[in-house]
């Protein structure tokens, strides 16, 4: 009896003992997991900040000049970059590996991002190659989304289903959108007239109403309809007159029109438009199409203009 006493009560300390070590073991568990939400909360909070400098001066930039813009969209680029190191730098504990990996993602394509539009934020507040850096800073804000998008969907979701997995609800970590929410950034237009507003930028818009209209096409004197196929005989090289309105308050200089047919793309420039006038373009198509074919006329906006669905048209045109 003495002996099976003494069993037992050793059986009960064992049991003591690994429940003991188990609920430690739990408990450094939940502390990491804690900690790590934490990190995660003070990362993403901080990146917020950065969206929120970087947004408000493309709103307003007020008084910033070329040189002080750059240098303050280059800190923006710094600072997310140092965002990237640290979470890559982050230990995810127990369940949040896949957690952490799409998280790595989401400040990869953020700091990408970033790397790109300061790049080209000199040049899109210059003159030579302004019209293309603008265009690659508007592509970079897709890439803000995707990271957006994947953190809101994937990401998030998942850190906080680890932590609620582990008695941790309290500890969700918070949303964080780079782009602001219901985004005017994903359009050029929209680029293109917050860098023609910073003071000093070679294509900056003056006061006033900003816009450009494509008001007619034709081919060798042939008008074009956009409802309708085209038929137009051709000898020698078909040239396409490209008629461009200035519906703003202000002339317009360096107009650049562009055709394209079958992935050939060819360029037109008018010199000078004044305000409320027309004028025309005449762009040769080299090589010389034929048969049926898709044309593309696209007018290229202006610093300052906020509406371009009319800068552009498509049309069927048989060419005999």
Not at 142 to 158: I, N
Not at 202 to 209: E, H, L, S
Not at 233 to 253: A, D, F, I
Not at 269 to 290: H, K, M, Q
Request: charged share 20%; with cysteine; hydrophobic share 40%.
């Amino acid at each position: 009896m003495r002996r099976g006493l003494a069993l037992g009560g050793a059986l009960i300390l064992l049991i003591l003992i690994v429940l003991g070590v188990k609920g430690c073991l739990d408990a450094q568990a939940r502390s990491a997991l804690s900690s790590y939400a934490g990190d995660v909360t003070q990362i993403v909070d901080e990146t917020q900040q950065t969206s929120k400098r970087l947004f408000s001066k493309l709103n307003e930039p007020g008084e910033l000049s070329v040189t002080d813009f750059v240098a303050e969209v280059e800190a923006d680029r710094g600072a997310m970059d140092s965002y990237t190191s640290r979470v890559e730098a982050l230990s995810a504990p127990g369940d949040m590996k896949r957690a952490q990996d799409g998280l790595e993602l989401v400040y990869e394509l953020r700091s990408g991002a970033m790397d790109e539009i300061a790049g080209k934020m000199s040049t899109a507040l210059g003159d030579v190659g302004a019209k293309q850096a603008t265009e690659k800073i508007a592509a970079q804000m897709q890439k803000l989304l995707a990271g957006d998008v994947l953190y809101a969907q994937v990401v998030r979701p998942e850190i906080n289903g680890v932590l609620a997995d582990n008695g941790l609800e309290g500890d969700d970590v918070p949303k964080s959108a780079f782009l602001p929410e219901g985004t005017k950034w994903l359009e050029e237009s929209a680029v293109s007239a917050a860098l023609g507003s910073v003071s000093g930028a070679t294509g900056a818009a003056t006061p006033g109403i900003h816009g450009l209209g494509l008001v007619g096409t034709s081919v060798n004197g042939t008008e074009l309809s956009p409802e309708a196929p085209s038929g137009v005989v051709v000898e020698g090289t078909p040239e396409v007159e490209v008629q461009v309105q200035n519906q703003g308050e202000s002339t317009e200089n360096g107009i650049g029109v562009s055709v394209t047919v079958d992935g050939n793309t060819v360029k037109g420039s008018i010199d000078s438009i004044p305000a409320g006038e027309t004028e025309t373009v005449a762009i040769p198509l080299t090589p010389a199409p034929s048969g049926e074919v898709t044309l593309e006329v696209e007018v290229e906006t202006v610093p300052g203009e906020q509406v371009s669905e009319n800068n552009e048209a498509g049309y069927t045109v048989v060419f005999e």
